[in-house]
């Protein structure tokens, strides 16, 4: 796991997404995993203006979203699949087709897990998981004690993931309490996962995911498992950091940092 800190949030996301570009131009038919959320929505915007202006080309990759709301179909405008055709694929030029989040409205809930769980595998895979992280630890619905060895299913949310993501909802009681999530293990299984945490009410946990014990309480601690992880953070998040000198040191003289060091 590498730790990233830039001095503010614009500056995290930028280089977010030149991150996200750079692996794009590499295999140009890179298989994505994305997320949601209010701090992805300028990495996204990031991307657009990347692929407007820097002719970035998403014409031939995949993306698979990590959730979806139990209930809502997906003209819904609280549907992840509305939040992404808004934010990102109305913007750039993948073909929607190649672009896939679980479905809400599956006539079969128990079966939607394990279907886009083979969606995944036909498709080769992950290559760059893209996450954020949830005020108790968790990535994407995987709320506190899920198995860190989870697949993709179905998930009750917490009243604290409740109370902070109705107030998107027009009316706050139309929130689902449930939804489809990838697993912790599915999202392990990405070749590489790029974690973005801005803001000073994401400190604490930041540095119990980091730099403290693996435990299924914060779903986000898994990832220090994984062998390519970069959790990109701005000082307010990475402000109880113990490792923050490392942290600086290891992105100021490791070679595969030098083209991002002037951003």
Known sequence: MEVIIRPDARSAVKLTARIIADDLKKKPDMVFGLATGRTMEAVYAELARLHKECGVDFSLAKSFNLDEYIGLAPENKNSYRYYMNY???????????????????????????????????????????????????????????????????????????????????????????????????????????????????????LAKAVEGPVTSMISASALQLHPRVVIIADEDAAVKLEGKNYYRWIFQNEPEWEPYRSM
């Open 87 to 205: 934010h990102l694929f109305n913007n750039v030029n993948i073909d929607l087709r190649n672009t896939h989040l679980p479905d809400g409205i599956a006539e079969d809930l128990d079966a939607e897990g394990p279907r886009y769980e083979q969606v995944i595998a036909d498709a080769g895979g992950i290559d760059l998981q893209l996450l954020g992280i949830g005020c108790d630890g968790h990535i994407g619905f995987n709320e506190p004690l899920s198995s860190l060895a989870s697949r993709t299913r179905q998930k009750a949310l917490t009243p604290e993931t409740y109370e902070q993501n109705s107030p998107l909802f027009d009316n706050p009681q139309d929130m689902p309490k449930r939804a489809f999530t990838m697993g912790v293990g599915t999202i392990l299984d990405a070749k590489r996962i790029v974690m973005l945490v801005t803001g000073p009410e994401k400190a604490e946990i």
